[in-house]
């Protein structure tokens, strides 16, 4: 079946740490790939997205480059601010399925 | 535009109730699909509706339904609650479907079962 595997939590960082999170993914056929970001109390947001291989999905200074090599697509923050303090969510998701497929998250407290 | 809203926002109940919860997507939105996320599970997909026809369903207990109206708002319900049932719904609408378009998603709805 489609699964994704992220990296364990929690990851705590000091500000402007490098950030990086592990994901990576089984899938039959050739899936969409994206990271969302979910903040304390509220629903989870797009972050960013790469719908084929190498394409590079990036966004308020995150990347994540989608690589069919590796089955991967580790999301990245070269300067991280303690407003990235959030849980980070890797999915994906395969045309005419109509669903996405998450990893378990991984929570990112990011401290003064 | 308005975002995704779910209503109501959280809801405590009993085993054995039935409980329903109401979902209403980004105007333009055609696409509405439900998620359960636990700190055990994580999130797990429950159903996704298209102009009013179940596209997609997940491993779920047959408890658990859901439909889609004709103005692309959703309701989900969960018929004799257990305990394992607590949960945040989340509630998430595309225009057309995830692989390939921004999936909006709702603030959730937290339903206690006691």
């Known amino acids: 079946g489609n699964s994704v595997t992220q990296m364990e939590g929690p990851v705590t960082l000091s500000e402007e740490a490098f950030l990086t999170i592990n994901c990576t993914y089984t899938a039959t056929g050739y899936p969409s790939l994206f990271w969302y970001v979910q903040y304390p109390g509220e629903g989870l947001q797009l972050l960013l997205k790469a719908t084929k291989a190498d394409d590079k999905g990036s966004n308020k200074g995150f990347e994540a480059t989608y690589r069919k090599e590796t089955t991967s697509f580790h999301l990245e923050k070269g300067s991280v601010q303690v407003s990235d303090s959030a849980v980070y969510f890797c999915a994906l998701g395969l045309t005419k399925d109509y669903k996405l497929s998450f990893g378990a998250g991984t929570t990112v407290t990011v401290r003064a | 535009k308005a975002g995704v809203t779910q209503t109501p926002r959280y809801l405590i109940k009993t085993r054995g109730q039935q409980v329903t919860l109401s979902c209403s997507p980004i105007?333009?939105?055609?696409?509405v699909s439900w998620y359960q996320q636990t700190p055990g599970q994580g999130l797990q997909f429950l159903f996704e509706y298209f102009s009013e026809t179940q596209r997609n369903k997940g491993n779920f207990p047959g408890r658990f339904s859901g439909r889609q109206f004709s103005n692309s708002r959703s309701e989900m319900n969960v018929s004799t609650l257990e305990l394992g049932d607590s949960a945040l719904y989340l509630c998430a609408s595309s225009f057309q479907g995830a692989f390939s378009y921004e999936q909006y998603f709702g603030p959730g709805t937290r339903l206690t079962v006691t």
């Open positions: 105007s333009g939105h055609r696409s």
